[in-house]
T-cell receptor, first 114, second 117 residues
Framework: NAGVTQTPKFQVLKTGQSMTLQCAQD?????MYWYRQDPGMGLRLIYY???????DKGEVPNGYNVSRLNKREFSLRLESAAPSQTSVYFC?????????????FGAGTRLSVL | GENVEQHPSTLSVQEGDSAVIKCTYS??????FPWYKQELGKRPQLIID?????GEKKDQRIAVTLNKTAKHFSLHITETQPEDSAVYFC????????????????FGTGTRLTIIP
């Protein structure tokens, strides 16, 4: 049981390049999330998917797109990377049962855009 | 939408002393309040949570208190140890909402706790 797996762990891009961050979970969770973490800013939600086939914008969606490929996988795409997207990206999944929403995080992807 | 404020942003305490981190939230419908710990270079991990029908919850050296009227909740760590050094995040959500999307957590900006040996 691996939990939430993110790839790659590190990535360096040039401005304007594109890339996709991959995330997969093996806990049969319905909900999945993408966050970015910047110093002093905490965890900010980029996009989320409450169930397979659905996605919605979070707090900071500009410059990103997502795909909920199936129940296990939720990918984040940067179409034209900008230096402002330099950050650590975390994927998470959860099962919102009555009154509780425990989110399990992946190990993160450290992205630098030059 | 929900807004969560967290204070202080940094906190240093002597080993063995207590540490308190405070958060306020804006949405009175929020009813679930978890705390996550993130060690340097690692992923955030849940350490304790509380629901709105409970005023206090303890787990060994950590406890969380909730004041629904004032819309604030706090994390208390007693007898601090070096391994408590980390960044702590509070969060709030309303996962019992009937609509799609209410599973979101809104996080505070984090508190860097340093335990001084």
């Amino acid at each position: 049981n691996a939990g939430v797996t993110q790839t790659p762990k590190f990535q360096v891009l040039k401005t304007g390049q594109s890339m996709t961050l991959q995330c997969a979970q093996d806990m049969n969770h319905n909900s999945m999330y993408w966050y970015r973490q910047d110093p002093g800013m905490g965890l900010r939600l980029i996009y989320y998917s409450a169930s397979e086939g659905t996605t919605d914008k979070g707090e900071v969606p500009n410059g990103y797109n997502v795909s909920r490929l199936n129940k296990r996988e939720f990918s984040l795409r940067l179409e034209s990377a900008a230096p402002s997207q330099t950050s650590v990206y975390f994927c998470a999944s959860s099962e919102a049962v009555y009154g509780v929403n425990i989110q399990y995080f992946g190990a993160g992807t450290r992205l630098s855009v030059l | 939408g929900e807004n969560v404020e967290q204070h202080p942003s940094t906190l240093s305490v002597q080993e063995g002393d207590s540490a308190v981190i405070k958060c306020t939230y804006s949405d009175s419908a929020s009813n679930y309040f978890p705390w996550y710990k993130q060690e340097l270079g690692k992923r955030p991990q849940l350490i304790i949570d509380i629901r709105s029908n409970v005023g206090e919850k303890k787990d060994q050296r950590i406890a969380v208190t909730l004041n629904k009227t004032a819309k604030h909740f706090s994390l208390h760590i007693t007898e601090t140890q070096p391994e408590d050094s980390a960044v702590y995040f509070c969060a709030a959500s309303n996962p019992e909402g009937s609509n799609f999307g209410n599973e979101k957590l809104t996080f505070g900006t984090g508190t860097r706790l340093t335990i001084i040996p």
